[in-house]
């Protein structure tokens, strides 16, 4: 029992890195009509705090970098208790999912799907369309339904509302944009394992500019969105939170322009950061008002 809390395994859950996937937790938290303090904590807790770091070290475990990784510049050599502690989290996050069937269903499936993602058996992470489309699905518009379920304590049929289903597409459509630019600096990596990823399959500079048309589309889409649903001051306030991202990332394109090697660790996570600082300052606007 030790040996789960070594500093190398705890290493590997990257429990911070969680605050990256924030924003779609306070997306869904700001559009809910039935709010239960009580079960929004006990879904961020589950969320953050156990679901994501079990996928992290899940994966961590099978990919075995030795590059740097998301949350982890220098990542320590892992070893079995880093398995068996991804799994201890992975089933405090089920009973913690316990109080509603819809939200425990759901959250057993992202356990699974997290762990197809790397097992060497089923690893959809070597698919590079099919690992990009499931990652953006199920990061978003899965986990974003996920999470209003377990906070108002809805069931499955509460789900079928067209509001909500453009919010969780959207979701999506924000991950699908973002989610080749966390790959961009572990093309080496990546095609060592023979993990033929898609921002492998863009290149460096392709990457770049595949993000920025997606990310422009789920732009468009959150303006009609929270114009329809909301009003034109709510468009104003998204645009003008999602200017620094649009400043940074801008400055890094041409930074990498350049020279290609600028595509790497420290600006990728400069940029997620930037990126999910916005949005969860923008969601806890929304949700406030």
């Not at 290493?11 to 890195?17: N, T």
């Not at 079960?39 to 156990?50: D, G, P, R, S, T």
């Not at 090697?261 to 949005?279: E, P, Q």
Request: charged share 10%; proline share 3%; hydrophobic share 50%.
């Amino acid at each position: 029992m030790t040996s789960l809390f070594s500093k190398s395994a705890w290493l590997h859950l990257r429990i911070p890195f969680s605050f990256l996937l924030m924003p779609v937790f306070l997306f869904a938290l700001a559009v809910s009509s039935n709010v239960s303090i009580q079960n929004a904590l006990i879904v961020f807790i589950c969320l953050h705090i156990f679901l994501y770091p079990a996928s992290n070290g899940y994966n961590s475990y099978f990919d075995k970098d030795e590059g740097s990784i998301g949350g982890l510049k220098n990542p320590p050599k892992v070893n079995t208790s880093l398995y068996y502690l991804a799994l201890i989290f992975d089933l405090i996050a089920l009973l913690l999912a316990s109080f509603n069937v819809t939200f425990l269903i759901m959250i057993l499936l992202y356990g699974l799907v997290s762990k197809a993602y790397s097992h060497p058996k089923i690893r959809l992470k070597k698919y590079p369309l099919g690992s990009w489309f499931i990652a953006g699905f199920f990061q978003g518009a899965f986990t974003f339904i996920m999470a209003y379920v377990g906070i108002n304590n809805a069931n499955a049929g509460s789900i079928l509302n067209v509001e909500l289903l453009i919010a969780a597409f959207l979701t999506s459509l924000m991950l699908w944009g973002s989610y080749p630019m966390t790959q961009i600096y572990q093309h080496e990596e990546d095609s060592k394992r023979g993990d033929i990823t898609l921002s492998y399959k863009l290149g460096i500079l392709g990457t770049f500019h595949f993000v920025a048309l997606v990310f422009g589309l789920s732009s468009l889409g959150f303006v009609w969105y929270f114009n329809r649903y909301y009003n034109l001051s709510t468009v104003f306030i998204y645009l003008s939170v999602m200017a620094p991202v649009i400043i940074y990332f801008s400055y890094w394109y041409l930074k990498t322009r350049k020279n290609l090697k600028a595509a790497d660790f420290d600006h990728t996570m400069k940029l997620n950061f930037i990126s999910a600082s916005c949005l969860n300052l923008f969601f806890i606007y929304l949700y406030y008002n």
